[in-house]
């Protein structure tokens, strides 16, 4: 089993389930044994979330898919783009063009100036998304009930996924029966994307986060 699956903690881990995005944050593997080396989780600001199929490119995951039989940026798997996002990572311009383009509107929209290159939005998500080499959390910009759809705050070590103004508790394989959200919050995706989200991108979220009507006033 591969060190490949990433927590809206921001951590690579090894779990058997299946995401709906993959994505990079760069060279982190070692081809030789499909390990990640010890102490690097990014090489690059630019953290992308991908599609899965693209093009019909296919590649040995952690194996050698660079230039000269070299490692390759390293293959990371979410369980979907909530998950994703509130790691720090965006959508990417070349397999997610369509997403991005509504992304950086969104972004520019939510967070004000001009529209922002992809180094821009990268170097604003590093600064939001890491302390140290520790996720950064975020105080609520508001209650929790009013983050925008897809937002993801976390509960002690959990994560839960804001969603129809409830609280869905993350796991690799799906949500959980939604709940009213506890006290105590903090805020895991990086607060320029929550932005983005309220104003108006649509993120993909799993499916098990779609089969509940919305709370009673809301």
Same mark, same amino acid.
């Given at each position: ?7 809206? &903690? !921001?951590?690579? =881990? #090894? ?5 709906? &995005? ?16 010890? #102490? ?6 630019? @953290? ?5 199929? &693209? ?5 040995? =995951?952690? !194996?050698?898919?660079? $230039?000269?039989?070299?490692?390759? @940026? ?7 783009? *909530? ?17 991005? /383009? ?24 590093? #600064? ?11 105080? %609520?910009?508001?209650? *929790?009930?009013? /983050? $925008? ?6 509960? !002690? ?9 409830? #609280? ?18 903090? %805020? /895991?995706?990086? $607060?320029?994307? =929550?932005? *983005? %989200?309220?104003? !108006? ?8 986060? %779609?089969?509940?009507? $919305?709370?009673?006033?809301?």
């Amino acid at each position: 089993m591969l060190q490949n699956r990433v927590t809206p &903690f !921001g951590e690579i =881990v #090894a779990d058997p389930a299946r995401g709906m &995005f993959m994505g990079n944050r760069g060279i982190l593997h070692d081809p030789a044994t499909r390990t990640l080396h010890p #102490a690097r989780r990014w090489t690059t600001k630019a @953290w992308i979330t991908c599609v899965c199929a &693209f093009k019909g490119r296919h590649r040995a =995951v952690m !194996g050698r898919n660079g $230039p000269g039989g070299k490692a390759g @940026w390293t293959e990371l798997f979410f369980l979907d783009e *909530a998950t994703a996002l509130a790691a720090g990572h965006r959508p990417c311009f070349e397999c997610r063009r369509a997403d991005a /383009l509504r992304f950086r509107a969104a972004w520019a929209s939510g967070n004000g100036g001009a529209t922002p290159k992809a180094g821009e939005m990268d170097a604003v998500l590093h #600064a939001e998304r890491l302390d140290g080499r520790q996720k950064r959390l975020h105080r %609520l910009p508001c209650p *929790a009930e009013d /983050l $925008p759809d897809g937002t993801m705050v976390a509960d !002690g070590d959990n994560a839960l996924l804001i969603r129809n103004g409830r #609280a869905w508790r993350w796991s690799f394989t799906g949500y959980a029966s939604p709940q009213t959200p506890p006290a105590g919050l903090r %805020l /895991l995706t990086p $607060p320029s994307t =929550v932005r *983005a %989200l309220r104003a !108006g991108y649509a993120l993909v979220v799993h499916s098990t986060a %779609l089969h509940y009507p $919305p709370a009673s006033g809301n």
